[in-house]
């Protein structure tokens, strides 16, 4: 089955960079289609996407934190990477990694468990 | 690419019919028949309940429905249940940047 789990910090300070890690497990992401994407929540706010890479390196950013984000995997370890500069207490939230199973049917059918990072100094 | 509309919260009493509306642009859901919907209860991670507007995944309840008109898709729980009692939320694909989240919707089981 597929299984997806976030890995980073808990804690980071304003301006300093975030790096989360998604391991997952039950589908190789060099299967044609296959995507990874990261949504995030703020506490007790919506949702929103931030990145996703599909199994060709393509990747996509919203466009609203473009210039921050940089989403990389390592199809060997069955892992996807995102980095996000400059750090912000506004950017205090759980960060979700999720499964896209095809570009043409874009939708997040499995997700991990969500890690939450505060950011404070 | 801004935020898909959402009332904030909906309510029905259990065994009734509840919809909620997810309102965007002709840019994302008036544009592609790719909108999906996820339940979410306190604590857990999002739950994936139809995707491409219509289609149940697997395990999902027949009283999830989905539909769309225009710019406004919209989700329907029949025969409502105390189970049911979360937040939702619409997504939906926009091209380049490729999804949209909706603002989220609270449904409460009176």
């Known amino acids: 089955q597929i299984t997806l789990k976030e890995s980073g910090p808990t804690l980071v300070k304003p301006t300093q960079t975030l790096t989360l890690t998604c391991t997952f497990s039950?589908?190789?992401?060099?299967?044609?289609?296959?995507?990874v994407g990261w949504i995030r929540q703020p506490p007790g706010k919506a949702l929103e996407w931030l990145a996703l890479?599909?199994?060709?390196?393509?990747?996509r950013y919203s466009p609203s934190l473009k210039s921050r984000l940089t989403i990389t995997k390592d199809t060997s370890k069955n892992q996807v990477v995102l980095t996000m500069t400059n750090m912000d207490p506004v950017d205090t939230a759980t960060y979700y990694c999720?499964?896209?199973?095809?570009?043409?049917?874009?939708?997040?059918?499995?997700w991990g468990q969500g890690t939450l990072v505060t950011v404070s100094s | 690419q801004s935020a898909l509309t959402q009332p904030a919260s909906v309510s029905g009493s259990p065994g009734q019919s509840i919809t909620i509306s997810c309102t965007g642009t002709s840019s994302d859901v008036g544009s592609y028949n790719l909108v999906s919907w996820y339940q979410q209860h306190p604590g857990k991670a999002p739950k994936l309940m139809i995707y491409?507007?219509?289609k149940r995944p697997s395990g999902v309840s027949n009283r999830f429905s989905g539909s769309k008109s225009g710019n406004t898709a919209s989700l329907t729980i029949s025969g409502l249940q105390a189970e049911d009692e979360a937040d939702y939320y619409c997504c939906s694909y926009a091209g380049s940047s490729p999804y949209v989240f909706g603002t989220g919707t609270k449904v409460t089981v009176l």
């Open positions: 999720a499964h896209s199973i095809s570009s043409s049917s874009p939708h997040f059918d499995y």
């Open positions: 491409e507007g219509s």
């Open positions: 039950g589908f190789s992401l060099s299967t044609s289609g296959v995507g």
């Open positions: 890479i599909y199994w060709d390196d393509d990747k």
